[in-house]
T-cell receptor
Framework: DAGVTQSPTHLIKTRGQQVTLRCSPK?????VSWYQQALGQGPQFIFQ???????QRGNFPDRFSGHQFPNYSSELNVNALLLGDSALYLC?????????????FGDGTRLSIL | DQQVKQNSPSLSVQEGRISILNCDYT??????FLWYKKYPAEGPTFLIS?????DKNEDGRFTVFLNKSAKHLSLHIVPSQPGDSAVYFC????????????FGQGTRLTINP
């Protein structure tokens, strides 16, 4: 039973560049959420995708955008990268958008901005 | 505004004893609470959850207690094992029915032999 998979595992970019991170949800799951985790902090919610639409969004600027594909996989895009975007980006999946469904996380993509 | 707080950055417990991790929240609209464990270089792993209609949920060595009047939850691990050494995050969701998780800052648990 495949869990949540994310790619790449590590990425180094420079300020002003654009980046795309990818996520495949756990088998049987159809909802994908993205989180940003800064060093020493808990993950912060970016947005959630269900039925190929953005359903909820956290306090992140429009530079952060996403997409969900018909096979439920998802991408997170960040434009005009800033030094402060350096973080671990986590993808989580669940079945449906019911509040009482636990989300299962991938191992993340470590993004470093130089 | 930190809506979910874990006030102990670290906790050290002897192997075989009970580990108690605490979490406080401020928003009474939260109605679902979860605990995750995180090892270095891995994503958070779901451990146990509890809905606001319960005050206790048990799964093997792990028990979560919820005190809604105090806006407090705790995770008990009995007995503690060396493999339990990790960072533990509590999380809450449910505001306006949303699945968005709000996390605490984590507590690093170390189990000593």
């Amino acid at each position: 039973d495949a869990g949540v998979t994310q790619s790449p595992t590590h990425l180094i970019k420079t300020r002003g560049q654009q980046v795309t991170l990818r996520c495949s949800p756990k088998s049987g799951h159809d909802t994908v959420s993205w989180y940003q985790q800064a060093l020493g902090q808990g993950p912060q919610f970016i947005f959630q995708y269900y039925e190929e639409e953005e359903r909820q969004r956290g306090n992140f600027p429009d530079r952060f955008s996403g997409h969900q594909f018909p096979n439920y996989s998802s991408e997170l895009n960040v434009n005009a990268l800033l030094l402060g975007d350096s973080a671990l980006y986590l993808c989580a999946s669940s079945l449906g958008t019911s509040n009482w469904q636990p989300q299962h996380f991938g191992d993340g993509t470590r993004l470093s901005i130089l | 505004d930190q809506q979910v707080k874990q006030n102990s950055p670290s906790l050290s417990v002897q192997e075989g004893r009970i580990s108690i991790l605490n979490c406080d929240y401020t928003n009474s609209m939260f109605d679902y609470f979860l605990w995750y464990k995180k090892y270095p270089a891995e994503g958070p792993t779901f451990l146990i959850s509890i809905s606001s209609i319960k005050d206790k949920n048990e799964d093997g060595r792990f028990t979560v207690f919820l005190n809604k009047s105090a806006k407090h939850l705790s995770l008990h691990i009995v007995p503690s094992q060396p493999g339990d050494s990790a960072v533990y995050f509590c999380a809450a969701s449910g505001i306006q029915g949303a699945q968005k998780l709000v996390f605490g800052q984590g507590t690093r648990l170390t189990i000593n032999p």
